[in-house]
């Protein structure tokens, strides 16, 4: 478990119908314990890049929007367990293109906000691991290239709850759920493994294969703002229906208007 801190900063960009929102991220990590003491002595290094740039263009209540967003991911790690040693390296890119159409009603004190949207999307992922066991010549080592592209169809739907604290201040309360289904993809995976025994001996395969892509996902989404005249503070969490919300992606935002 390696939770890891992004920094994010975000430029939104207003003027008449238009707006416009590029934002870039990044983060690192890294964990070790190298004590010789240990049975179990590791290192971890995590790195993350994200930039994203979006077009918005409204018609009183109708919204059109067009968007890319790449982000860049990679772990590595070495570990030595009672002698046996192991290397590894995971990659992914991802890259995606995304139109939508959104629509809101708007209340006294609160909104009801629904998109639908349908992006294209490119994820190149890699991983390569190395063995060796036991202090001896035996060494293994798989190499894994996995690309995937296809299209992807969301509905989302969102609530908003305005309280006023004071003339200056409001908070808001919000919720929202957002379905995903791949509509047409297909991945390309390629793995490969070799094994070195003492005497150098060699054992090597190679497999290759191209399968069709077809899923869904649901995730909630629960937000909370404290607002003021020139600025917010914003606190949200989201999360897959199939996980728990101890593994959910928080994030915490504070927005200057000027």
């Known amino acids: 478990n ?7 900063i975000q430029y939104q960009l207003i003027s008449g119908p238009w707006l416009i929102i590029a934002s870039a991220s990044k983060g690192n990590k890294n964990q070790a314990s190298l004590s010789l003491d240990d049975t179990l002595r590791y290192q971890l290094d995590f ?39 192991s290397a590894g390296t995971n990659r992914t890119d991802y890259r995606s293109f995304v139109t ?15 998109s639908l949207s349908l992006g294209q999307q490119t994820t190149d992922e890699y991983y390569q691991l190395q063995e060796i066991i036991n202090n001896t010549q035996n060494i293994q080592s798989s190499h894994d290239e996995i690309s995937q592209s296809g299209w992807l169809g ?21 919720s929202g759920i957002q379905y995903s289904e791949i509509i047409d993809g297909e991945a390309h995976i390629y793995q490969s493994s070799h094994t070195r025994l003492a005497g150098n001996r060699f054992f090597a395969s190679e497999h290759e294969s191209l399968v069709d892509s077809d899923s869904s996902s649901t995730s ?12 917010s ?3 949200s969490a989201d999360k897959l229906t199939s996980e728990s919300w101890s593994d959910a992606l928080f994030e915490f935002d504070i927005t200057l208007y000027f």
């Open 47 to 85: 790195n993350q890049t994200s930039e994203s740039l979006y077009f918005d263009y409204s018609f009183e209540q109708l919204i059109i929007s067009l968007g890319y967003s790449q982000s860049s991911l990679q772990q590595t790690f070495t570990t030595n367990e009672n002698g046996a040693r």
């Open 154 to 174: 969301s509905l989302n739907v969102n609530y908003q709850h305005y309280f006023s604290v004071s003339e200056h201040i409001q908070w808001m309360l919000g």
């Open 100 to 114: 939508g159409i959104g629509y809101g009603w708007h209340f006294e004190q609160s909104q009801l906000l629904t």
């Open 233 to 235: 503070i914003h606190l």
């Open 2 to 8: 390696l939770p890891v801190c992004s920094p994010k």
């Open 220 to 231: 909630l989404m629960v937000q909370s703002s404290l607002i003021v005249d020139n600025g």
